[in-house]
C-alpha cells in the first residue's frame, strides 16, 4: 500500500476575503489575515506545518521566508543561493526539514530549519527540467518535472531522513506532455494509494491520477471541470483545492476515496486580494496563498508582493 496521504482530514463553504486593507484585519482568533513579503521577493510556494508558522519559497534568490500567522512578522530562515537557484515549490516535515523544489535548476535541496543550512541537494532530470512541486507521504518526496513527463521520488527513512538516490519515474498512459508547463501542482489521493498531478496540457487542463509504482497515468474524470492554469494542490480530507493561478481562483472539488472522480464543490474568487495566488497551505480554519503576480512583465526589487487567505470549505 503506498500510505496515507499527509493531509488533514475533514473538509469544508467558504466566504472569501474582501478588500487588499481587510488583508492585514484579524480573523475571529485575532490572526491576521495576511501579510506582506519583502518587496522584490518573487514568491510560488508556501507551506505550513503544525505550528502557526509559513515558510514561502523565492524565485528571485531561493530564500525561504518564516511568517508567523499570529502577527504577520517574519525573516528569512534559509539564505538562497542566488539567482539561478530559486525555490519554487516546497515542503515541511515533522523533523524540522524543508523540501525545496530548485526549479529550472534542476535542484531538489533540503533545509535544516533549525540552521537555516541546506543539508542535501541533488540534481535531477535534464536542460529543459523544472521541478516545480513537491508532496510527502510516509515513505518518499515526490516532485513534478514541468518540462518533462516523469516525477522524481526520494525515498524516506522512518523518521523522515532522506535516501541518498532520486528514482526517476517515467509518466505514461493518459499522459499527455505539452510544448509549455504541463505537471505542476501534486497530492495524494484521499485513500493514498496513488498521486494526483494537475495537468495543463491534455483534455485542456485537469487532473491525472499517477500510480507511484509504474507512472501510469490516468485522467480524473472532473465533469465540465477544467484546470488549464492549474498550480497547486491541496487536499484536505476528500475536498481538493486547485489554485488556478492567473484566473486569481481556486476551485474546489469533492474527490472519491480512490482519486478517480472529482464534482466540483465551488470556486473561489477574490479579486480585491487574490493577484496571481499560485499554491495553498491550511493552518485551523484558513487557507493561505502566497500571491507570486505573474501578470507583471519586469518584476523589480521594489516589486510589493503578500500572502492572502481564505475561510476553509466545510462540505
Known amino acids: 500500500m503506498f500510505g496515507a496521504a499527509a493531509a488533514i482530514g475533514g473538509a469544508a463553504l467558504l466566504a472569501p476575503l474582501g478588500g487588499t486593507a481587510a488583508a492585514m484585519e484579524t480573523t475571529g482568533r485575532r490572526r491576521p489575515a495576511g501579510f506582506p513579503l519583502p518587496d522584490g521577493f518573487r514568491p510560488e510556494g508556501i507551506a505550513i506545518g503544525s505550528e502557526p508558522y509559513a515558510y514561502i519559497g523565492s524565485i528571485a534568490r531561493g530564500d525561504v521566508y518564516r511568517a508567523s500567522l499570529a502577527t504577520g512578522s517574519g525573516r528569512v530562515v534559509v539564505e538562497g543561493l542566488g539567482p539561478e537557484h530559486p525555490v519554487i515549490g516546497l515542503k515541511t516535515d515533522a523533523w524540522g526539514r524543508l523540501f525545496l523544489c530548485g526549479g529550472v535548476s534542476g535542484e531538489i535541496r533540503i533545509a535544516d530549519l533549525r540552521t537555516g543550512r541546506i543539508t542535501r541537494t541533488f540534481t535531477v532530470g535534464t536542460d ?121 481562483a481556486i476551485d474546489v472539488l469533492r474527490i472519491d476515496d480512490a482519486g478517480t472522480k472529482g464534482t466540483a464543490i465551488t470556486r473561489i474568487t477574490d479579486p480585491a486580494n487574490f493577484r496571481v495566488p499560485t499554491t495553498a497551505a491550511v493552518y485551523g480554519d484558513r487557507i493561505y496563498l502566497p500571491n507570486a503576480r505573474f501578470d507583471v512583465a519586469e518584476p523589480t526589487p521594489e516589486t510589493d508582493y503578500d500572502v492572502v ?5 466545510r462540505a
Open 128 to 248: 529543459a527540467t523544472m521541478v516545480n512541486d513537491v508532496i510527502l507521504t510516509p515513505d518518499a518526496a515526490w516532485f513534478t518535472d514541468s518540462f518533462e513527463p516523469q516525477l522524481y521520488k526520494l525515498p524516506l527513512g522512518r523518521r523522515g531522513e532522506p535516501g541518498d538516490r532520486i528514482i526517476t519515474v517515467p509518466l505514461s498512459g493518459d499522459w499527455v506532455q505539452g510544448t509549455a508547463i504541463t505537471a505542476n501542482g501534486i497530492t495524494t489521493t484521499p485513500d493514498g494509494r496513488a498521486l494526483l498531478v494537475v495537468n495543463s496540457f491534455a483534455n485542456g487542463g485537469g487532473l491525472m491520477r499517477v500510480a507511484p509504482r509504474t507512472g501510469v497515468a490516468r485522467a480524473v474524470d472532473l465533469g465540465p471541470t477544467r484546470l488549464p492554469n492549474g498550480d497547486g494542490l491541496l487536499l484536505l480530507g476528500h475536498t481538493l483545492y486547485a489554485v488556478q493561478q492567473r484566473q486569481n
Open 309 to 313: 487567505s481564505v475561510e476553509r470549505v
